[in-house]
């Protein structure tokens, strides 16, 4: 089993950085790939990005000049960056495990983000 | 870009059997996926591989994937299978994860 774990500022100001890290916890084995997620009020599901413990990344090109990921293995973890935020970012933001099926097969409980001056 | 249509809302009589489609180009020769979302929770990966259910799903969920129409259909529906649900592929060309826009499912 793995449990997975957002955190982060819930209110960012416009134009500013949004920055959540993911953690992991449980069975580590499961760990190669994983994904933010985000879900505005009332809509449906956006993928972000993915991100593979080497590092490698590879983001929706909707959010591609803005987004950022990273992983620090030695913490099991993941972080997420998204610049230049306004309003249309406000949502609860999840990260998920990619199985080798292409699925996300575990999810954090996700955390809402605000952005509001 | 690829785009999984859906849709927006489904009415069950409990007892009854629920259909949800999701639409694709060709969906038939991808792997889709399909996830439970209650209020206030993250979505639960309910169906895997067009027809595989993952440990802890109720043989009452079942998926289909043919030509250009995925379909979760849910038997015997309960008032516990009210929620959204939201079908997702991989689309290889880009390397991107799609979701359907969601379905609404609610129990009479």
């Known amino acids: 089993q793995v449990q997975l774990q957002e955190s982060g500022p819930g209110l960012v100001k416009p134009s500013e950085t949004l920055s959540l890290t993911c953690t992991m916890s449980?069975?580590?084995?499961?760990?190669?790939?994983w994904s933010w997620i985000r879900q505005s009020a009332g809509k449906g599901l956006d993928w972000i990005g993915r991100i593979d413990i080497s590092g490698n990344t590879n983001y929706n090109t909707s959010f591609k000049s803005r987004v950022t990921m990273s992983v620090d293995t030695s913490k099991k973890q993941s972080s997420l960056k998204l610049s230049s935020v306004t309003a249309a970012d406000t949502a609860v933001y999840y990260c998920?495990?990619?199985?080798?099926?292409?699925?996300?097969?575990?999810w954090g409980h996700g955390t809402l983000v605000t952005v509001s001056s | 870009s690829y785009v999984l249509t859906q849709s927006p809302s489904v009415s069950v009589a409990p007892g009854q059997t629920a259909r949800i489609t999701c639409g694709g180009s060709?969906?038939?020769?991808?792997?889709v996926h399909w996830y439970q979302q209650k209020p206030g929770q993250a979505p639960l990966l309910v169906v895997s591989?067009?027809?595989d259910r993952p440990s802890g799903i109720p043989e009452r969920l079942s998926g289909s994937n043919s030509g250009n129409t995925a379909t979760l259909t849910i038997s015997r529906v309960e008032a516990g299978d009210e929620a959204d649900y939201y079908c997702?592929?991989?689309?290889?060309?880009?390397?991107?994860?799609?979701f359907g826009s969601g379905t609404k499912v609610t129990v009479l």
């Open positions: 060709n969906i038939g020769g991808k792997s």
């Open positions: 591989d067009d027809s």
């Open positions: 997702q592929v991989w689309e290889s060309n880009s390397d991107h994860y799609v």
């Open positions: 449980g069975d580590s084995r499961r760990w190669y790939y």
């Open positions: 998920a495990t990619i199985s080798t099926a292409g699925n996300f097969d575990y």
